[in-house]
Every structure is written in C-alpha cells, then in structure tokens.
C-alpha cells in the first residue's frame, strides 16, 4: 500500500520558519494535502492541492511539491501553530492516505 | 455553514456492533463524496471507508473490511457506518468528513466533524 513519511516532530522559536516534509514512497507526482490538528480538536484542511490555501487559512502557511516530497512551511512562527500536521494523499488502490503526522512545537 | 454532526459511538464489548451515523447541513449532501476517518487514541488519521456522492462506489480499509459497512441516506441527509465483530484496535474517535469535489472527487477533505468515541472493551 502507499505510505507517506513523515518526521515525528518538528521545533521552531516563535517568529522562525518551520519546514515539515512529507515523503511518498513512489516518484510519480501525487497531490498533497496537509491539515492541522490542535489538541482536543478537528483536522483543518490548511493546504490542498500541493500549494493552494483554503479561505481565512493565514498567508504563514505554504506548501510545495518536488518529486517525491511535499514541504509544508510555516513562515514567522506563531504560538497557535503548535499543532499535529498531517500530510495526505490520493493512491488508485488505497485511496486517502496519510502521513503518521508532525507535532511542531513553538519553543 | 458547513456542518457535520457525528453519533452513536459509546463503549461496547469485543465482537459487538454499533452504528455511527454523521448528519450534515449546510450544503448539498447528495452532490459530495464523504469518508469516514478514525483516530486511536494518541494516534495518527486513518480512513476506514469511503462512499461517492450516490452512493454507487465504497471502499473500505483492509483493517475493517468484511465487518464495517457505509452507507448513506441522501434523502436525509445522513452518512452511516455499521460496524460489526468490533474489536479492542477499533477503538477510536470516528470522523466523518467531506470532500469538496461534487461531481469530480477532489482527493481530500475540507469539512471535518467534532468525532464521536468508539471505545472497545469488556
């Protein structure tokens, strides 16, 4: 089945720029979605479509896709984005996939 | 506003059943595709199953394949998903969660519900 990797964690200083990449185990182009997760609380879709923001998601949040990695980035680090980010694909045969997920902590 | 209401979790022992149901308001149910997805406790997402806008096409994970069911009902607006032979690694928080592609699957969620808690235990 197709897997997603990513790192079980990430840290940033506030005002820093957080990179978390999520890695497919294929080289074929995949799009890529990433959802927040606060604690005690709902996935947010952030970024879809490898680099698209949904409306009232914050201009901090970009996204890229190369190869066979996606990065999820978080530019000028705030405390409220310490979160669980999970990357997320389409595969043919297992259909929506996820990444095992990120927990960025604001140091 | 987009809104999905999930129900029906609560404890129950292994090898029983439960229904979650997942109500949504706010937009045109019966043109969407929606999923359900769990997360065990201090775990990752995980898809359990997937049901087209009508209805038509399902999938299933292998981990619940053979004893989860969904199901839908566009008439009222409702999602289902019967699981039977439930066992302790089922026990999780059970979202329900839209894609926004309509017609054409978008390939990812864009609404989530709050969960309702399915816990597996004798």
């Known amino acids: 089945s197709y897997k997603l990797t990513q790192p079980p964690a990430v840290s940033v200083s506030p005002g820093q720029t957080a990179s978390i990449t999520c890695s497919g185990d294929k080289s074929e182009h995949k799009y890529i979605s990433w959802y927040q997760q606060r604690p005690g609380q709902s996935p947010v879709l952030v970024i879809f479509q490898d680099n698209k923001r949904p409306s009232g998601i914050p201009e901090r949040f970009s996204g890229s896709n190369s190869g066979s990695t996606a990065t999820l980035t978080i530019s000028g680090t705030q405390a409220m984005d310490e979160a669980d980010y999970y990357c997320?694909?389409?595969?043919?045969?297992?259909?929506?996939?996820f990444g095992a997920g990120t927990k960025v902590t604001v140091l | 506003e987009v809104l999905l209401v999930e129900s029906g979790g609560g404890l129950v022992q292994p090898g029983g059943s439960l229904r979650l149901s997942c109500t949504a308001s706010?937009?045109?149910?019966?043109?969407?595709?929606v999923s359900w997805v769990r997360q065990a406790p201090g775990k990752g997402l995980e898809l359990v199953s997937f049901?087209?806008?009508?209805?038509?096409?399902?999938y299933s994970a292998d981990s619940v394949k053979g004893r989860f069911t969904i199901s839908r009902d566009n008439s009222r607006n409702t999602l289902h998903l019967q699981m039977n032979s439930l066992r302790a690694e089922d026990t999780a928080l059970y979202y329900c969660?839209?894609?926004?592609?309509?017609?054409?699957?978008?390939?990812?969620?864009?609404?989530w519900g709050q969960g309702t808690l399915v816990t597996v235990s004798s």
């Open positions: 706010g937009f045109a149910f019966s043109t969407y595709a």
């Open positions: 997320q694909a389409w595969d043919s045969r297992t259909s929506y996939v």
């Open positions: 969660a839209k894609d926004p592609g309509g017609s054409t699957i978008a390939y990812y969620f864009d609404s």
């Open positions: 049901i087209s806008a009508g209805g038509a096409i399902t």
